[in-house]
């Protein structure tokens, strides 16, 4: 009886006990997407701006953005996943499925009045695939930071000019967000493609202001902030590509992100204790429906020349000022936890960036090396004590390393170095030095088959 094998279209027969090896790899990338959402979970922050809001907002580019900054509404690169624009998964390749996984670590220097602090952290980024469904039309899943919240810090000032007796605010907090996705691209015709994605959302936070005194004083006033969220939330996009020739073209991106509620219920605790007496009395806030995300507007464009130079900006719009906040505040004696309509100010961000490979489909090591710029700038979002918040500016480099390209294999390290100075007018200053490491394998899994 003649064998019964497979074998690969136009190329060398393979055995039943490589297809075996094929599923282990997708098991192993299952297991390592379940892990994710745990490992996402991490705080990969020591700012006391992420005391305010819902923390510091993460950029959610993966390991081929982050060495152009972030930069990627107009990106189409079917060898890598772009979470940027839901879009461009229609141009994943029909023969791979594409994995990649990114972490973090960290350095930032604190400044304020003089006086300067490190801090390091390290943090598991973002664990994403992408994979061609049918014909024009691609798929992808994973998990990605949405916020972070992670500062400890404290004041000591004294009670009146006279009085030796000095009180302490301690301000504490750890938690963030996260979001699982799934979101699908469709190429409706030649050069239009339209996508979106649905994210469960998830996550808590846990704020503290614990008031002490140096004396046996009689109140301290102590407040407990947290809450859990537990919602999804949407995304649209759109890509347009003007080809010049076959090898340069113009790509125009454009997505929108739906402003929602979150349904979760901030909670404010309010402890008073009496140091004379040991009394302690507990009054607790709760603001329904208290958390928002805003509206989000993005556009960008990406020149591609020669198929080895892509270049290209983006802008984005976080419609925050059309969204409330939760704030303890006393007015005229008269305590109360509610939304802070004026919280927050829109936010503006430019990117641009680039990036150059020789050739991505040579034999030759350097030939398919990536090199990747970009820098952006972000205006305030956050209204601190009637003060405008933190800007934020940064720029990264960074590197595409093609790793040992076996017969059915394509992975890229992919490596960048970013710094980002955070600062606000009377407010502390951030300088972070930011590493990105992250890897993504493109794996031909899905070449045609027959049966011998």
């Not at 759109?238 to 080809?243: D, E, S």
Request: proline residues 3%.
């Amino acid at each position: 009886m003649q064998a019964v094998s497979i074998a690969l279209k136009g190329r060398k027969r393979r055995s039943v006990d490589t297809i075996a090896i094929e599923m282990k790899k997708f098991l192993s990338i299952a297991i390592m997407m379940a892990l994710s959402v745990s490992a996402v979970a991490q705080s990969g922050t020591n700012s006391p701006y992420s005391q305010y809001g819902m923390g510091i907002l993460s950029d959610q580019s993966t390991g081929g953005n982050k060495g152009m900054n972030g930069l990627g509404v107009g990106s189409r690169d079917g060898g890598q996943v772009n979470v940027l624009n839901p879009a461009s998964f229609s141009s994943i390749d029909s023969l791979t499925f594409i994995f990649d996984a990114g972490m973090s670590g960290q350095i930032t220097n604190f400044e304020e009045n003089g006086k300067r602090l490190n801090a390091k952290n390290a943090n598991f980024d973002y664990a994403v695939a992408a994979f061609r469904v049918f014909k024009h039309v691609g798929m992808s899943f994973g998990v990605l930071p949405f916020s972070t919240v992670g500062y400890s810090y404290a004041s000591t000032n004294k009670v009146g000019d006279i009085n030796s007796t000095t009180y302490t605010n301690t301000y504490k907090g750890s938690g963030g967000f996260r979001q699982a996705y799934i979101g699908m691209g469709w190429e409706l015709f030649k050069g239009f493609s339209v996508g979106a994605s649905a994210a469960y959302l998830w996550g808590d936070y846990d704020r503290s202001v614990v008031n002490s005194y140096s004396d046996n004083y009689v109140n301290t006033l102590s407040k407990y902030y947290n809450v859990e969220v537990s919602d999804v939330k949407f995304d649209f996009g759109a890509q347009i590509t003007v080809p010049f020739s076959k090898k340069s073209r113009l790509t125009l991106g454009f997505t929108y992100g739906l402003g929602k509620s979150l349904h979760a219920d901030p909670e404010c605790k309010v402890i008073s204790n009496n140091s004379q007496t040991s009394v302690s009395d507990t009054t607790a806030y709760v603001v329904k429906d208290g958390l928002k995300l805003p509206t989000t507007l993005s556009g960008g464009a990406m020149l591609t020349l020669n198929n080895q130079l892509r270049i290209g900006a983006d802008y984005s719009l976080q419609k925050w000022a059309s969204v409330g906040f939760p704030e303890y505040q006393v007015n005229n004696s008269v305590p109360s936890y509610s939304l802070n309509d004026n919280y927050y100010k829109d936010r503006h961000k430019v990117t641009v960036g680039g990036e150059y490979c020789k050739n991505p489909a040579a034999r030759n090591f350097f030939g398919r090396m990536r090199f990747r710029a970009g820098a952006s700038y972000s205006t305030p979002y956050l209204n601190i004590s009637g003060h405008d918040g933190p800007k934020e500016i940064s720029v990264s480099a960074g590197l595409g390393i093609p790793l040992v390209n076996v017969w059915n294999s394509r992975p890229i390290l992919n490596i960048s170095g970013q710094w980002v100075r955070t600062d606000a007018t009377n407010f502390i200053k951030e300088n972070t030095f930011r590493i990105n490491i992250g890897i993504t394998f493109n794996e031909r899994w899905f070449m045609k088959w027959k049966v011998d």
